[in-house]
């Protein structure tokens, strides 16, 4: 019997608590929903850039599901495949052949110099039967010269979105430190009593941003060095970049974290935003081919803060870009961190009683 009091006691408790029972059940469902979408089979066609190729071999790399754009004057390979958007050049300059890849992701560079390397075999094979119908000296393998813009034949996945893991555990950690930090100030009555004395709210948030904000600059700093030192991340561009999209992103953690924690009067109840906020950052920050997903799912992307904080850190330490060049990504977060800490001023009202 006093099993059966405890089952019911905490059927009600539960029952009681709308929130918990929402998140309960709707939860689970946003995440499988989330995951239907994203790993949808859906891939997406490399686009590859020709100049010098003729007729037949365009053919031959169509029929492979490659999106191939024909350009004449070429003076800059490197430059022409960031400013069409390429996944690939290949150049024909007389007997010699020259695939230039992206490598922004591993697994596409490496699918379409396999699909350029069987048309080679390919014309290989009809070479010797003398049969050739298509300029089989083009695409030898002998002739053909491999190039990367970013990393090199030895990148691994992993090289690509371990910068997207820097951000994400930082934004995580930052996230759930700060907003069940404040949520203990006001379970033990701490904010309440703050509240009552003459100080702003606008001061109250200040001292909990730069609070906790130094701590979470210790637990950055820690991160970036650990991960750059000794899991031997790649770092091409300047670790100084780094840092400071980090603190960025520990910014936004930080003032999402102490605004959630005003709509949570438990522990329990923050955590249960993790299923909500946090996850589906994780599969718009990058990690996943957002170019893959469906055009109105990708529109979710632009209201991520990882999305932002994910181009950046990948951007500086994959790519070596320099901080102007990812200053945009900088701008938007910014302005998600001001939005937070004005939302954070108008929640703080509702716990001032005099």
Do not use: C, H
């Amino acid at each position: 019997m006093r099993t059966v009091a405890l089952i019911k006691r905490i059927l009600l408790q539960i029952l009681r608590d709308k929130r918990t029972l929402a998140l309960l059940f709707v939860a689970p469902l946003l995440v499988l929903t989330l995951m239907n979408l994203v790993f949808n089979g859906n891939t997406v066609d490399p686009v590859l850039g020709v100049a010098n190729a003729n007729q037949q071999i365009i053919e031959k790399l169509e029929d492979a599901d490659i999106v191939v754009k024909e350009y004449n004057d070429v003076s800059n390979v490197k430059d022409m495949i960031l400013d069409k958007d390429l996944d690939g050049f290949l150049q024909v300059e007389g007997d010699q052949t020259t695939l230039t890849l992206l490598n922004d992701d591993p697994t596409i560079a490496k699918s379409l110099e396999m699909k350029v390397k069987q048309i080679d075999t390919q014309a290989k094979q009809l070479k010797l039967m003398g049969t050739n119908t298509i300029q089989s000296d083009l695409l030898s393998q002998d002739s053909l010269n491999t190039n990367y813009v970013y990393g090199s034949s030895e990148t691994e996945l992993f090289d690509t979105f371990s910068p997207i893991l820097v951000g994400f555990f930082v934004f995580f950690f930052v996230f759930l430190i700060s907003g069940i930090g404040l949520l203990n100030e006001r379970t033990t009555g701490t904010l309440e009593r703050l509240l009552a004395t003459p100080i702003k709210r606008g001061e109250i948030v200040a001292g909990y941003l730069v609070g906790y904000g130094l701590l979470a600059l210790i637990q950055t700093v820690i991160i970036v060095l650990f991960a750059i030192n000794v899991l031997d991340m790649v770092l091409v561009g300047s670790i100084w970049t780094v840092m400071l999209i980090n603190v960025i992103i520990a910014l936004v953690a930080l003032s999402l974290g102490i605004l959630l924690s005003s709509f949570a009067s438990s522990e329990f109840q923050m955590i249960q935003f993790i299923p909500i906020i946090i996850v589906p950052q994780i599969f718009f920050s990058g990690i996943f081919s957002i170019e893959g997903m469906a055009d109105w799912l990708q529109v979710f992307a632009n209201f991520m803060p990882l999305y932002y904080a994910a181009d950046a850190l990948k951007g500086v330490m994959y790519e070596g870009l320099s901080l102007a060049e990812i200053s945009s990504n900088l701008y938007i977060l910014l302005a998600f961190a001001a939005v937070f800490i004005i939302l954070n001023l108008f929640a703080l009202k509702k716990y001032r009683k005099l």
